[in-house]
């Protein structure tokens, strides 16, 4: 464990433990197990949020994303009458294909991660109320859909499946990020994409990768919101969901710059960022005040990041000056006894005589 992550550790257990103080119901095992859920549903796609800033971009249309999946999926299940586990399928291949064409704008055409998917948040968003008429889908309780219900929703030995379905992801990602070549590119691409282009690493196959799992993983997260909510609504459902997603990044040690983060970090910050939200229930701050909250989040993670970075710059230049001093003075005392050698020898045969 790194030291950003094992002080992001530090800091979740002394909150926790002030919330319990002012409040012991926090600890309860209920608002434990809720909390759980809670990080397991935002947890899922905050992991692809990290590995898109990871790579220098941004993904501003997850939550209108949700809004377009959800709506499409409860009707497969409704309307269509389709089974489950194809549309459950058609779903996932629908993120993974708006994260592709997300992902194709961005490396293909050379256009800026902010407008692709500030573009996207705009489109999926009207697309889904369109779809609709602007009105809720209502989820049907057939007996394929409660199947899926149960495992969406359900739990294992008292623990949610969502929390269930997070650390099975993180692992499967960690290992991918950390632990394999794929991950070393992506880490190169974030902190010099053109010296990652010359040193021979197909960038743009790096960084469209992270767009294609960012919308898989939207994807999983929407079937899991439509089973917690049971309804879409699609002018409210993941609206600004996109901002959980970033600051629980941002909270997790990825810098916006790109080049910097973790799984595991990521995980730690949407942990952090839901005991922060329930520290504001118990404080009795009201909710509509819950996006001011997470702007501070966001606002305090990245000017801390800007401080870590100018901290690592003088450490940097302090080392280079330490390791050239060295050099310098032997270099200058070999000048002087050179000068000297020089002055005992004599400068020529007319003085001599």
């Given at each position: 464990m790194m030291k950003k992550e094992l002080g992001l550790c530090l800091l979740l257990v002394v909150i926790s433990a002030i919330t319990g103080g002012i409040n012991p119901a926090f600890?309860?095992?209920?608002?434990?197990?809720?909390?759980?859920?809670?990080?397991?549903?935002?947890?899922?796609?905050?992991?692809?949020?990290?590995?898109?800033?990871?790579?220098?971009?941004?993904?501003?249309?997850?939550?209108?994303?949700?809004?377009?999946?959800?709506?499409?999926?409860?009707?497969?299940?409704?309307?269509?009458?389709?089974?489950?586990?194809?549309?459950?399928?058609?779903?996932?291949?629908?993120?993974?294909?708006?994260?592709?064409?997300?992902?194709?704008?961005?490396?293909?055409?050379?256009?800026q991660p902010f407008i692709v998917t500030l573009c996207g948040l705009l489109i999926y968003r009207g697309a889904a109320r369109y779809y609709t008429s602007d009105s809720t889908r209502g989820f049907g309780y057939g007996d394929e859909a409660s199947t899926l219900s149960n495992i969406a929703s359900g739990n294992v030995a008292g623990i949610p499946n969502t929390f269930i379905f997070l650390i099975i992801l993180a692992l499967i990602l960690g290992v991918l990020l950390h632990r394999s070549v794929y991950g070393r590119w992506l880490y190169a691409v974030g902190k010099n994409e053109e010296a990652a282009r010359f040193s021979g690493i197909n960038t743009n196959v790096v960084i469209a990768t992270a767009y294609i799992i960012s919308g898989g993983l939207a994807a999983v997260s929407t079937v899991l919101f439509v089973f917690y909510t049971n309804s879409v609504s699609p002018s409210s459902f993941g609206n600004f969901y996109e901002l959980y997603a970033i600051a629980a990044a941002v909270l997790g040690g990825c810098s916006l710059r790109g080049g910097e983060g973790s799984i595991l970090g990521i995980v730690l910050g949407t942990a952090l960022l839901q005991v922060l939200?329930?520290?504001?229930?118990?404080?009795?701050?009201?909710?509509?005040?819950?996006?001011?909250?997470?702007?501070?989040?966001?606002?305090?993670?990245?000017?801390?990041?800007?401080?870590?970075?100018?901290?690592?710059?003088?450490?940097?230049?302090?080392?280079?000056?330490?390791?050239?001093?060295?050099?310098?003075?032997?270099?200058?005392?070999?000048?002087?006894?050179?000068?000297?050698?020089?002055?005992?020898?004599?400068t020529g045969t007319g003085d001599q005589a």
């Open positions: 600890l309860s095992w209920v608002n434990l197990l809720n909390m759980a859920n809670l990080i397991g549903l935002f947890g899922v796609f905050a992991l692809g949020e990290g590995l898109v800033i990871i790579t220098g971009g941004i993904d501003l249309s997850l939550g209108s994303m949700f809004a377009l999946l959800g709506v499409v999926f409860v009707d497969l299940l409704t309307t269509y009458q389709i089974a489950w586990p194809l549309a459950l399928l058609l779903v996932l291949m629908g993120g993974l294909a708006l994260g592709g064409i997300q992902g194709f704008l961005i490396t293909r055409l050379k256009m939200q329930n520290l504001v229930n118990i404080l009795g701050i009201p909710n509509s005040l819950n996006f001011a909250v997470m702007g501070t989040v966001i606002l305090i993670g990245v000017l801390a990041d800007q401080q870590l970075q100018s901290r690592r710059r003088r450490q940097a230049a302090l080392e280079g000056l330490a390791r050239t001093a060295p050099r310098s003075t032997h270099s200058q005392g070999k000048q002087g006894a050179s000068a000297h050698g020089a002055a005992a020898l004599p």
